[in-house]
Structures are given as structure tokens and as C-alpha cells.
DNA sequence: AAAGTAACCAACCGCCTCTGT
DNA sequence: CACAGAGGCGGTTGGTTACTT
């Protein structure tokens, strides 16, 4: 027989998350930090699972997300890794930031394996081979130019921890832990974004679901009203909940802009990061076992010879 | 306009790994 | 050292949306 399941099927909902939902989770984790998964569902009064709840935090509240649009830069980047690395999604994505494990999972299945089984047709018909190889050549030297980028930010991180120890390091920035009264706001705001998008479809998919207070007319006012109106629902944690949310929307995310909170990102990019935590393990370590994975391919030399060049730079 | 098909993606399932006892 | 439980991960599914006929 096999393990029993990881939580009660009885009474555990399924199926796709509600707004409401999501306020909760993102605020229980607010307050009380991500980890320890087994409790929430029951902290919370949620009817999911524990394993339910980290993959909805992990793959959608979690702050600084970017969903869609995957850029021509990314796309290689996946392409690459996953050349080096295989079907190691949760690796990939430690080095694009924004994305997570299950979003790179179903680009690469619906968009990528496509293109790049298009290509691999055309260049099978094509009498030159070698381009291949000169582009693969230049992904290395990409490669390198990450990490080098990478090793960088993670010393300028560690070299502003040990000089300001008040100052969090970057990875600290960008996780909801039970300190998070010190983390910056703008953390939580993110998450506060995402369940703004969450509701502005929601209410334009179910315009009953939440009429109470929704001004349709007026988007912002309408998300607005509608944590109101849950803020007065019969649950009155809910209501706690909602205000609080409230707060962060109007007070603190209006003060952060999508590119400065990019800017954050950017100055680790490409910094290997890990999902829950987001405790970066050294670089070193990271690095040593990217090359370690790559070594049996023959690439371990080409990328400890490769200096980082000039004309690499551009390339980004 | 309706039906059929393809594409997309959120979420689930089950196995594996890690950690605490 | 062995075991159990929790978390992490990758594969897969199923519902929804977009597109085509």
C-alpha cells in the first residue's frame, strides 16, 4: 500500500482558488512567514491542502512574479538550461527570478519543445551545420556572463550584510518570513498586485459573485470596494484581513513601481534563488554543480576558459 | 453563429529528498 | 541507524479560452 495522502480528502476543496481564498493565504503568510505548510490549512480555516497552499503561494502569490510574456532573452536562457540542466524546472528557474518552476514547466511543453522541434527539422534539412554549433558557443559564453552577473551581485549582497547588518540581503527582501514586519512593504504588495489582477478577472468573470460595494465602473475603486465588502463579511478575521490588504494597496504599492521593484530583481538577475525561503545556497555551490551536470557533455572546460568578454555584454 | 479543435495554464498527483526524533 | 513526516519537484490532467471551419 502506498503513503497515505498528505492531508484528509474529506472535506479538502479542489479546483481553482477564489480571491478570497488567496486573502488569506497571503495574509496568514504575511504574519506568520511561508514554511511549515502542515499548519496553514488549518490556521487559516482554508479548506485546501497543505500542499495546495505552498503551490498556490509558490506559483502565483508569491511576490515579484511575472507571468506571460516570456521574453526572447528568457526563452534562450530556458532553452539553454535546459540543454545543461534537463527537465530540472525548479533549477531553471533559479536563474530567471520572476519565473517560477511550473510556468517555465508549461512554456518550455506548450511553446518551446514545439519551436524547437520546428527548428531541429529546418536545420536537418539545411547543409549548414556549424551555425548550430557557433550559436551554441555563444549561449556559453552567456552562460558565463550570467554567472559572472551573478557572483557578482551575490558578493555586492554579501558585502552590504556584513557591512550594514540592518540591511537584508536581497533574497531577504523579496520573502514573506515571520520578520516581515521589518521587510519592506513592497514584499507584500506584490502579492497584494497579483491578487489585484486575480480580482479584476474575477470580476469580470462573475460580476455576482461580488456585487456588494463593486463599482464596475472604476477599476481601482472597485478592487477597493470589494476588500471592503469583504472586510465586512461574517467572518471577522476576514475582515482584519481585508483591511490590512486594503492598506498595503493604497498606502504602500502605490509608492512602489513595477520597475523599481524590477530594479531589485535585476541586480541579483540571474542569481540562482530558491522558491520558498528564498535562501540562496553560495553561488559557488550552485555554480560547481551546474558545471558538474555539464561536465560529462564536455562543456566544464569551455566554461571555466571562457572570460567574460566584452563583446558578450551585448548580447543581453 | 455554432461546432469542433487546438492551445494554454492552474492545479493535482505521487514519488523523492530532506530533516528531526 | 531507522523511521516518519513535511516539503519539494516533475509529470500529468482537466477546465477554459482562442482559433478555425
Redesign the pocket.
Known amino acids: 500500500m502506498?503513503?497515505p495522502?498528505?492531508c484528509d480528502?474529506v472535506g479538502v476543496?479542489?479546483?481553482?482558488?477564489t480571491p478570497e481564498e488567496d486573502i488569506i493565504l497571503v495574509s496568514y503568510i504575511q504574519e506568520q512567514g511561508a514554511?511549515?505548510?502542515?499548519?496553514v490549512p488549518s490556521n487559516t480555516g482554508l479548506l485546501?491542502?497543505?500542499?495546495?497552499c505552498?503551490?498556490?503561494w509558490?506559483?502565483?502569490l508569491r511576490p515579484g512574479i511575472k507571468?506571460?510574456n516570456f521574453t526572447e532573452h528568457e526563452e534562450k536562457m530556458i532553452i539553454h538550461l535546459q540543454e545543461l540542466l534537463g527537465?530540472?524546472?525548479?533549477?531553471i528557474?533559479s536563474y530567471l527570478p520572476h519565473r517560477t518552476?511550473?510556468?517555465i514547466?508549461?512554456?518550455w511543453?506548450?511553446?518551446l519543445k514545439?519551436k524547437l522541434h520546428k527548428q531541429k527539422g529546418q536545420e536537418d534539412l539545411s547543409t549548414h551545420d556549424h551555425s548550430s554549433t557557433i550559436s551554441k558557443g555563444q549561449w556559453e559564453k552567456r552562460l558565463q556572463t550570467d554567472i559572472h552577473m551573478a557572483k557578482q551581485a551575490l558578493c555586492e549582497a554579501l558585502c552590504i550584510e556584513k557591512s550594514d547588518p540592518k540591511t537584508p540581503p536581497d533574497s531577504e527582501i523579496y520573502s514573506v518570513t515571520s520578520q516581515c514586519k521589518t521587510v519592506p512593504s513592497s514584499t507584500y504588495a506584490s502579492s497584494a498586485e497579483n491578487i489585484a489582477r486575480l480580482l479584476e478577472n474575477w470580476t469580470k468573470?462573475s460580476p455576482n459573485s461580488c456585487q456588494a460595494g463593486v463599482n464596475e465602473s472604476n477599476h481601482s475603486a472597485s478592487l477597493n470596494n470589494h476588500h471592503l465588502s469583504m472586510g465586512s463579511s461574517s467572518s471577522p478575521s476576514e475582515g482584519t484581513i481585508c483591511t490590512r490588504l486594503l492598506s498595503f494597496n493604497s498606502s504602500n504599492y502605490s509608492d512602489i513601481s513595477q520597475s523599481e521593484e524590477d530594479a531589485k530583481f535585476d541586480a541579483a538577475n540571474f542569481t540562482p534563488q530558491?522558491?520558498?525561503?528564498e535562501t540562496q545556497m553560495p553561488f559557488t555551490m550552485l555554480e560547481k554543480w551546474l558545471f558538474d551536470d555539464a561536465a560529462p557533455h564536455g562543456q566544464e572546460g569551455d566554461f571555466m576558459d571562457l572570460a567574460l568578454e566584452e563583446t558578450t555584454v551585448h548580447l543581453f
Open positions: 502506498g503513503r495522502p498528505c480528502t476543496k479542489k479546483g481553482p482558488w514554511g511549515n505548510w502542515r499548519s485546501r491542502c497543505s500542499k495546495s505552498r503551490l498556490r509558490t506559483n502565483y507571468r506571460g527537465n530540472r524546472w525548479a533549477a528557474a518552476d511550473n510556468d514547466k508549461n512554456y511543453n506548450t511553446h514545439k468573470k530558491t522558491h520558498e525561503q
